[in-house]
């Protein structure tokens, strides 16, 4: 069997006093799909920005493709990395926020073939020629001059999904990818990613969306209260709920 | 309005006044025959605007106005790139490096920037000579510090390192008002900090940064008149030497003054456009060019065609 994509092992996490994360243990394999669901405030924003060392876990052990994130081992001993080597592993890794976070003073051209040109010393046209496939890919080629404050929300996640995919990661993160969106515009963005996930991507996805979960992911986890409470196949365990809290947690957002 | 209108005819009515000189300017006339002397005093303008346009244009006014001007773009120049560099040294994760930066800024905001001028003028009494070399082996390179610090370098040294301490601030400001998130994104995919300033959050401080750097660049212009004091010969200086030659006080310095109003006229305009520049992307639209905005104005006043109101 191969080394899994990302492999969490009793993952803890406190911001001061408050306990976030209490040992989770998480596995995605290759190619996999998997969708964290949990209440706000259950700690799957959190697990998710560990996994690209945005936040610093306490407590574990975490590896994406067999590599530890943000450390690495001599001995017995754990080392921190040190900003370049941080810089490469997160480079590998797309993220798609809540909120977009375009870079709101370049098209959506220069928001693509930035980090190519910057992080991996791409030339310019070879980024602007990608760039343009990836706008075609997310059905946005007639927007590549515009400006994010001249897109739709849903229009601005796609460019940030586009974004991430210059980068060719071999791992794509979502946090609540279409939370901020007006409910019309969510379609547009669900289906890109269900576009990437059959093109063989391996995705981890903090969603609400439980049609999403049931129809693309592979394997689900539910969070609550900083540990996983239940996972499995999305199709059975979002259907009939082994556990109170996720039936509880389902019944509220069905 | 009325009252703009009323303040705005006063304003004009005394500039362009004229008042009497004191001095009585003689004629003959002839009445029946008679020849009568008859006498009135002759009269100048109030702002003295004739013996304004004698100096306005002079050259040597013309060469205090060149050296305010290189004064001031210098000791800009200084300014933001020490302010740029002290913001984020200021925001370094080292407490060494930031918390120097802050003493950087502490010590040039803390004293006026008059004692600052002529403490660097006077600085030959604490260091005579600097000697680049080995510690306690052979000097290569030894600077007489009196004629280093002339009276524009140190003019220059004293108000770059000043505004460096301003300017501090104000990049600080402009980078904490850029959203986080930017950052987050920068950093995920793998920029470094420095990247992420220099490509992300600098580009969009900038809209912060860029209307108190205009005044920054306005106040500037009119500080390095103090540089009058030790002798270095800017607009002001050169208007009062004329000035203490002819005892025209008061017109020179109206020539001075306008001078000072017309550049800083330049420089709001260059800085409108400036922002127009980095307002790119944060909106729909442009806003509208000083002609443009004019026209919109004399429209609401009235000018211009309008719908007519019932």
């Known amino acids: ?254 | 309005m009325a009252l703009v209108a009323v303040a705005a005819a006063m304003l004009i009515n005394t500039l362009l006044s004229k008042v009497p000189t004191g001095l009585e300017e003689c004629h003959q006339v002839l009445v029946n025959g008679h020849s009568h002397q008859v006498c009135a005093s002759t009269m100048r303008w109030r702002f003295f605007w004739d013996v304004v346009g004698n100096y306005i244009f002079d050259a040597s006014i013309f060469r205090g106005l060149w050296l305010t001007l290189e004064l001031t773009v210098f000791a800009m120049a200084i300014g933001i790139t020490l302010g740029v560099i002290t913001a984020v040294m200021r925001m370094s994760p080292n407490r060494i490096v930031s918390s120097s930066a802050w003493l950087f800024t502490w010590f040039f905001r803390g004293t006026p920037v008059y004692v600052q001028i002529l403490f660097w003028f006077n600085i030959a009494f604490l260091y005579p000579t600097i000697q680049f070399g080995l510690p306690f082996g052979p000097h290569f390179l030894t600077v007489n510090v009196l004629t280093l610090f002339t009276g524009f370098v140190a003019a220059l040294t004293a108000l770059g390192l000043n505004e460096g301490a301003y300017m501090s601030e104000i990049v600080r400001a402009g980078f904490k008002a850029v959203d986080e998130g930017q950052i987050e994104a920068a950093q995920a995919l793998g920029m470094t900090r420095l990247q992420t300033m220099w490509r992300i959050t600098l580009p969009q401080a900038m809209r912060v940064i860029i209307p108190p750097t205009g005044n920054e660049l306005i106040s500037m212009l009119k500080t390095s008149s103090l540089a009058s004091a030790i002798a270095v010969t800017e607009l002001l200086k050169s208007t009062s030497n004329i000035a203490s030659r002819t005892f025209q006080t008061m017109q020179l310095l109206i020539v001075a003054s306008l001078w000072y109003l017309t550049v800083t006229t330049v420089l709001s305009i260059g800085q409108f456009y400036v922002e127009r520049h980095f307002a790119k992307g944060s909106s729909r639209s442009m806003p509208p060019t000083p002609l443009q905005r004019i026209k919109q104005d004399l429209r609401r006043m009235g000018f211009g065609n309008r719908e007519v109101r019932s």
């Open chain 1, 1 to 254: 069997m191969t080394t899994p994509m990302v492999e969490a092992r009793g993952i803890s996490k406190s911001f001061g006093t408050v306990q976030v994360l209490s040992g989770v243990d998480l596995t995605v394999e290759r190619g996999q799909v998997a969708c964290l669901i949990g209440p706000s405030g259950s700690g799957k924003s959190t697990f998710l920005r560990c996994i690209n060392h945005l936040e610093k876990h306490d407590a574990g052990e975490l590896r994406v493709d067999g590599s530890l994130v943000g450390y690495r081992q001599s001995g017995n001993k754990l080392y921190e990395l040190n900003e370049r080597q941080i810089c490469a592993e997160r480079s590998q890794i797309g993220m798609v926020f809540q909120r977009f976070n375009l870079f709101p003073h370049l098209t959506a051209l220069e928001n693509i073939t930035i980090a190519p040109q910057r992080v991996l010393g791409k030339k310019g046209p070879e980024t602007i020629r990608r760039a343009q496939e990836l706008l075609e890919r997310v059905g946005l080629s007639d927007k590549a001059a515009s400006y994010p404050s001249q897109l739709s929300g849903g229009q601005q996640q796609r460019v940030a999904i586009a974004r991430a995919l210059a980068m060719d990661p071999k791992l794509m993160l979502f946090d609540e990818p279409t939370s901020a969106l007006d409910p019309e515009l969510v379609g547009e963005v669900l289906d890109v990613m269900r576009d990437l996930a059959k093109s063989g991507m391996t995705m981890v996805v903090v969603t609400h969306e439980m049609g999403f979960a049931r129809e693309v992911a592979d394997v689900a986890y539910f969070l609550d209260e900083g540990v996983v409470q239940e996972w499995g196949n999305p199709r059975e365990m979002l259907v009939s709920p082994r556990t109170q809290r996720l039936a509880g947690f389902l019944s509220k957002v069905l």
